[in-house]
T-cell receptor
């Protein structure tokens, strides 16, 4: 069955450093991959989408890479800030009208001053 | 005002009771979804809908039903709630394939 793995352990980093989160998947051929941010008690908020034919996408301090051979995406936050502390979810989707997504369980990031 | 709203935000109920969770959106999207989130398991899709005439089961639809009353409204019902349905429930919408917009969630506790 299809599976998405994100590091279940929290990632603790120092303010100003680059945070790197990993998303690995198996038994799935996504047309695109998305990253969401979720704060405690709130709904996920969309951050970035990268398509299968794209290697890298950037948005401000965020960078996502997508390697369909390794079946892996890396999510980077440069110059991290305490306000970046949250849980980050990756989600995979296929082409087609429904835009169904399957989500990973998320990785919690804690940025310390 | 929020684009996707959910009511109630919190609900405590007893085993066997019928519960309805409601979702409304002002984004004008056709696609709407219901998810549940449990610690360590991530978001799992319960039902999804393309329009008022189109309802589809997701990964974990057993014990749940839905109604798409209008383009903007999508309700989730638990006909006879059981304790393992205790979870955080999210409604989401989507326009063209791409990002999904989530509501604030409903925390449901079944005793």
């Amino acid at each position: 069955s299809q599976k998405i793995e994100q590091n279940s352990e929290a990632l603790n980093i120092q303010e100003g450093k680059t945070a790197t989160l990993t998303c690995n998947y198996t038994n799935y051929s996504p047309a695109y991959l998305q990253w969401y941010r979720q704060d405690p008690g709130r709904g996920p908020v969309f951050l970035l989408l990268i398509r299968e034919n794209e290697k890298e996408k950037r948005k401000e301090r965020l960078k996502v890479t997508f390697d369909t051979t390794l079946k892996q995406s890396l999510f980077h936050i440069t110059a991290s800030q305490p306000a970046d502390s949250a849980t980050y979810l990756c989600a995979l989707g296929r082409s087609g009208g429904y835009n169904k997504l399957i989500f990973g369980a998320g990785t919690r990031l804690a940025v310390h001053p | 005002d929020a684009d996707v709203t959910q009511t109630p935000r919190n609900r405590i109920t007893k085993t066997g009771k019928r519960i309805m969770l409601e979702c409304s959106q002002t984004k004008g999207h056709d696609r709407m979804y219901w998810y549940r989130q449990d610690p360590g398991l991530g978001l799992r899709l319960i039902y999804y809908s393309f329009d008022v005439k189109d309802i589809n089961k997701g990964e974990i639809s057993d014990g749940y039903s839905v109604s798409r009353q209008a383009q903007a409204k999508f309700s989730l019902s638990l006909e006879s709630a059981i304790p393992n349905q205790t979870a955080l429930y999210f409604c989401a919408t989507s326009g063209v394939p791409g990002e999904q917009f989530f509501g604030p969630g409903t925390r449901l506790t079944v005793l």
